[in-house]
């Protein structure tokens, strides 16, 4: 059973910059991309970033390209979302997701939508204020 936990989250002002991470439970973190995802209040989940399997490819929302930066470091089995120059429509609740096959060359699951997923946290509130 893999088990994903989020922290980092909290309130800040608009401008500000803040690190989520999330620690991902056993021994395969390396086989799994990764992905952040985000939930504004009366929104559909939507997808922010997603990093392969080994890292070295990632991929972003137009929304948050240039401003957020997906990271793992696998001798922490922890994936980590920087978030700079946040602004208000940042504010939501961010959930990490953990899938094999996901974000893979030539698999349909591209690693960009909650669907491609099997492996969820429980999220961590993000709060941008003006």
């Known amino acids: 059973q893999v088990q994903l936990v989020e922290s980092g989250g909290g309130l800040v002002q608009v401008g500000d910059s803040l690190r989520l991470s999330c620690a991902v439970s056993?021994?395969?973190?390396?086989?799994?991309?990764m992905g952040w995802f985000r939930r504004a209040p009366g929104k559909e989940r939507e997808f922010v970033a997603v990093?392969?399997?080994?890292?070295?490819?990632?991929d972003y929302a137009d929304s948050v390209k240039g401003r957020f930066t997906i990271s793992k470091d696998h001798a922490k089995n922890t994936v980590y979302l920087q978030m700079n120059s946040l602004k208000p429509e940042d504010t939501a609740v961010y959930y990490c997701?953990?899938?094999?096959?996901?974000?893979?060359?030539?698999?349909?699951?591209?690693?960009?939508?909650?669907?491609?997923?099997?492996?969820w946290g429980q999220g961590t509130q993000v709060t941008v204020s003006s």
């Open positions: 997701a953990a899938d094999p096959l996901a974000y893979s060359s030539g698999h349909p699951r591209r690693g960009l939508r909650p669907d491609d997923y099997v492996y």
């Open positions: 056993g021994r395969t973190f390396s086989t799994y991309a």
């Open positions: 990093v392969s399997r080994s890292g070295g490819n990632t």
